[in-house]
Nanobody, 128 residues
Framework: QVQLVESGGGLVQAGGSLRLSCAAS????????MGWFRQAPGKAREFVAG????????YAQDSVKGRFTISRDNAKNTAFLQMNSLRPEDTAVYYC?????????????????????WGQGTQVTVSS
């Protein structure tokens, strides 16, 4: 089992920034991909950004490109989501997730069913 704990959420004004962290523990192996998803009230959970083990490949949905940056520190088993120029429509619960296939290098998935482990979520609220 893998445990994930997110932190860094909060209330911020439009145009502001937040940095989310996701710490993984438990049975993690080299090669896992990490992703960030979000779910706004009354909406389906959606992919925000993802990163491969080496960090050489990152992906983000169009609405956050140029504003959000995903990164990771494998020595600390931690992923980050730097969110700049926040908008009210970014308000949601943000979840991190791990996609792991043994010791294989795993590609980033953009669908939630492709991920095996999830954090409890952290609330991000952007006021106008």
């Amino acid at each position: 089992q893998v445990q994930l704990v997110e932190s860094g959420g909060g209330l911020v004004q439009a145009g502001g920034s937040l940095r989310l962290s996701c710490a993984a523990s438990g049975r993690t192996f080299r090669g896992y991909a990490m992703g960030w998803f979000r779910q706004a009230p009354g909406k389906a959970r959606e992919f925000v950004a993802g990163i491969t083990w080496s960090g050489s490949s990152t992906y983000a949905q169009d609405s956050v490109k140029g504003r959000f940056t995903i990164s990771r520190d494998n020595a600390k088993n931690t992923a980050f989501l730097q969110m700049n120029s926040l908008r009210p429509e970014d308000t949601a619960v943000y979840y991190c997730a791990v996609r792991q296939r043994g010791i294989d290098i795993v590609a980033v998935g953009t669908r939630d069913y492709e991920y095996d482990y999830w954090g409890q979520g952290t609330q991000v609220t952007v006021s106008s």
